[in-house]
Nanobody
Framework: QVQLVESGGGLVQAGGSLRLSCAAS????????MGWFRQVPGKEREFVAA????????YYADSVKGRFTISRDNAKNTMYLQIDSLKPEDTAVYYC?????????????????WGQGIQVTVSS
């Protein structure tokens, strides 16, 4: 098992930047492909980005390409999401997730472990 804790969210003005972190504990971090998702009230959880176990493969939702960067540091058991040029529509609760089955994915139901989520609010 792995436990995930997100940090780095908050309130930011449109055009600004944030870096979210996802700290993992438990089983070896490099055993998991990792992903970021986001959710707004009344909508399904939306895929944002995913990264393979050693960071060699990264995959982004079309809506965030060019503005979001996913990365990981296995030595620190931490994954990151750098968010630039924030827009009000990026406002959501952001979740990190771990997938123990090889192959990065964009479907929430393919992920095995989830963090508690962290709020990102972008003001216009």
């Amino acid at each position: 098992q792995v436990q995930l804790v997100e940090s780095g969210g908050g309130l930011v003005q449109a055009g600004g930047s944030l870096r979210l972190s996802c700290a993992a504990s438990g089983r070896t971090f490099s055993s998991y492909d990792m992903g970021w998702f986001r959710q707004v009230p009344g909508k399904e959880r939306e895929f944002v980005a995913a990264i393979s176990r050693y960071g060699g493969v990264r995959y982004y939702a079309d809506s965030v390409k060019g503005r979001f960067t996913i990365s990981r540091d296995n030595a620190k058991n931490t994954m990151y999401l750098q968010i630039d040029s924030l827009k009000p529509e990026d406002t959501a609760v952001y979740y990190c997730a771990a997938d123990q089955t090889a192959g990065i994915r964009d479907a929430a139901n393919e992920y095995d472990y989830w963090g508690q989520g962290i709020q990102v609010t972008v003001s216009s």
